[in-house]
């Protein structure tokens, strides 16, 4: 009994044991990228909230020094408005945060990003308001000084940086809805799973695509799957619309395709030829200039022109869809179609130029495994691991 006293006692007086000093500054997760170390706590009237500072190594510059500092903000902790009399340059090592110019839209930061911040302009930086933040911060030696302290971002200024992350992220939210339900329509088409398509093309509608963009999928599919599967897949959504419409459902027809693209009602687009079109919105998707043909092309010229006119030109020149949905369309019928890991790996690789994320297209990879199943993915997902292997 007495031992148990003791035990309880001492179990009471153990937290006043650990306290010291800094026993209200939060605890470093674990998995937060602290490489160059934390270096030690600042309190100081600059900063709200806790910060620590790691100063790393100076460059010998000959005109100035210029000193490193690797900082690491908790969540809502921020430097004061100051300003820099040689500027700043950010390198965002892990995290989100904000950093603001005075006068300007707050912009959210997150691993991999830069910020330039050019000599005596006014601004403020740092962590998300649920996310630790860490920067290394180069800030070169000045007469005037190297960091010139201003006043503290209020709330209300901090408060905009929370509702543009936000909007952010609801924003990709909906992105990767839509993805999803592009990727579900491709894929179940190309295999001709009509049954499946039609419930596919109900949770489309429902998540808020419009009609049109739905058509638009199936149209886009052609080039990849031939007329049979898009014409049963049109009339499929056809079906489903009708089906919808008498069980009192107003689904939105959306716009057609502008005038002047192939298929439209209106004037044709005769601006260049049509394959010099198509070849240059194929060197915007791939980022770089196309010399020659392929090597299938100089063995059937007719495909080259026919890919070039028609798939380039006259597809993607319709604007019903961005071009990031036309390659979630593309990615998702060749991984159903299987066999075919050279237009895989291209189509993966422009999607990655034009935008599409690393996180959305394993999101994307998700979607077709319960949408095709394990074995029919395992291949596309080792491409993609490939193609993420061969850009890093
Ligand atoms: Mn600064």
Redo the contacts with the bound molecule.
């Keep these: 009994m007495r031992l148990l006293s003791l035990l309880l006692l001492l179990l009471h007086l153990a937290p006043a044991a650990a306290q010291n000093p800094g026993e209200n500054t939060p605890k470093i997760p674990d998995s937060l990228n602290v490489i160059f170390g934390p270096g030690r706590p600042i309190e100081s009237p600059n900063f709200t909230g806790h910060v620590w500072v790691e100063r790393m190594l100076t460059i010998e510059d000959e005109d100035q020094a210029v000193p490193i500092g690797n900082v690491t903000f908790p969540p809502k902790s921020r ?1 004061n408005w ?1 300003h ?1 009399s040689a500027g ?1 340059t950010l390198l965002i090592l892990d995290g989100v945060g904000y950093y603001q110019q005075e006068g300007e839209a707050i912009q959210v930061l997150r691993k991999g990003d830069k910020v330039q ?1 050019p000599p005596n302009v006014k ?1 403020w ?1 740092g962590a998300a308001n649920s996310h630790w933040f860490v920067q290394l ?1 180069l800030t070169k030696e000045h007469p005037d000084g190297r960091v010139i302290w201003g006043e503290t971002v209020t709330e209300e200024q901090y408060r905009a940086g929370i509702l543009i992350e936000n909007e952010q992220q609801h924003a990709a939210t909906k992105v990767s809805i839509r993805y999803h339900h592009i990727a579900k329509i491709s894929a179940l088409n190309t295999m001709g799973e009509l049954g499946a398509l039609r419930p596919a093309l109900s949770a489309a509608l429902d998540a808020g695509l419009t009609v049109s963009e739905c058509r638009e999928v199936l149209i886009h599919l052609y080039a990849y799957t031939g007329f049979p599967r898009s014409i049963q897949g049109i009339k499929t959504l056809m079906g489903t619309v009708e089906e919808r419409k008498a069980k009192g459902i107003k689904d939105i027809m959306g716009a057609d395709t502008s005038a002047g693209s192939a298929g439209s009602a209106g004037a044709v687009n005769d601006e260049g030829a049509k394959y010099t079109r198509g070849k240059a919105i194929l060197e915007e998707l791939v980022g770089r200039k196309l010399e020659g043909r392929s090597d299938y092309g100089d063995f059937a010229p007719a495909i080259d022109v026919f890919l070039k006119e028609h798939l380039f030109a006259d597809l993607f020149e319709r604007d019903v869809l961005s071009y990031q949905d036309r390659e979630i369309t593309t990615i998702s019928a060749l991984v159903a179609l299987g066999g075919v890991e050279p237009m895989l790996r291209g189509h993966l690789g422009i999607a990655m130029n034009i935008g599409v994320t690393n996180k959305q297209l394993s999101s994307l990879m998700a979607t077709l495994e319960t949408t095709l199943g394990e074995k029919k993915t395992r291949e596309a997902k080792e491409v993609l691991a490939a193609t993420l292997a061969n850009r890093n």
């Design positions: 430097s100051h820099h700043q911040c601004h930086h911060a």
